[in-house]
């Protein structure tokens, strides 16, 4: 069976759908594990001693085990014990997995960023009468954003990347279209062909935008 064009077209021109729900998820998923990530951060930072056992817990369950077997126990699993969960969609159950399994890695990101500040600046600015907020606003999450934009980029990539699973719950992502064409004649070398160059498109332009964005951040601290 040979490379056939005209296929390779018509599901290139079938996936805006796709694309756009698996940026929605990508989007959400990485909100959500930016706020996650930063809850446990701060609880690292401000060595919070009755949150760090749960947050331990978390960070160890989420790195140590595959993303799909956490989607599939959120949206599968749950609802055997607790009906509440029934009534959670494909879709949000895919953006809740990702953003707890994406969390967990970001929240080194951003533990290190902020442990990266030097104390020195800290005691300056209690020192002078700053509170524990104002300091964390002016002085240290402005130093902790600049350095943690780098990973958190790759993170974001990550995501994207990550939210090629939610199709096995039934959400139609761009995997999911790519999938349900390519069955259409078996043809699934082109089917497949076009999500791989899809998602390479998307991350190539993510690289891009990190790189411009890692410049102009950096700009202020070369003068």
Do not use: H
């Not at 998923?29 to 809850?39: C, E, K, T």
């Amino acid at each position: 069976m040979r490379f056939d064009l005209q296929v390779f077209l018509d599901i290139l021109m079938a996936m805006p759908w796709g694309v756009w729900q698996t940026l929605c998820i990508s989007f959400l998923s990485f909100l959500g594990a930016l706020v996650l990530a930063f809850a446990v951060a701060m609880i690292d930072y401000y060595d919070i001693p009755f949150l760090k056992g749960p947050s331990r817990v978390y960070l160890s369950i989420f790195r140590g085990t595959p993303l799909i077997a956490q989607m599939f126990f959120l949206y599968f699993g749950m609802p055997v014990l607790f009906p509440a969960f029934r009534s959670l969609s494909s879709y949000w159950a895919g953006v809740v997995s990702l953003a707890l399994n994406m969390g967990a890695y970001m929240s080194e990101t951003l533990r290190g960023a902020l442990n990266a500040v030097p104390d020195g600046q800290r005691e300056a600015a209690l020192t002078i009468g700053m509170t524990e907020g104002q300091l964390m606003r002016r002085i240290v999450l402005p130093q902790a954003l600049r350095i943690a934009i780098p990973p958190l980029s790759n993170n974001l990539i990550d995501t994207i990347k990550g939210s090629s699973v939610v199709f096995t719950v039934g959400v139609v992502d761009l995997m999911a279209v790519a999938k349900m064409k390519s069955a259409v004649g078996l043809r699934y070398f082109e089917g497949y062909a076009a999500a791989m160059l899809v998602y390479w498109l998307i991350i190539t332009f993510a690289t891009r935008v990190q790189r411009r964005l890692e410049l102009r951040m950096g700009r202020a601290y070369r003068r």
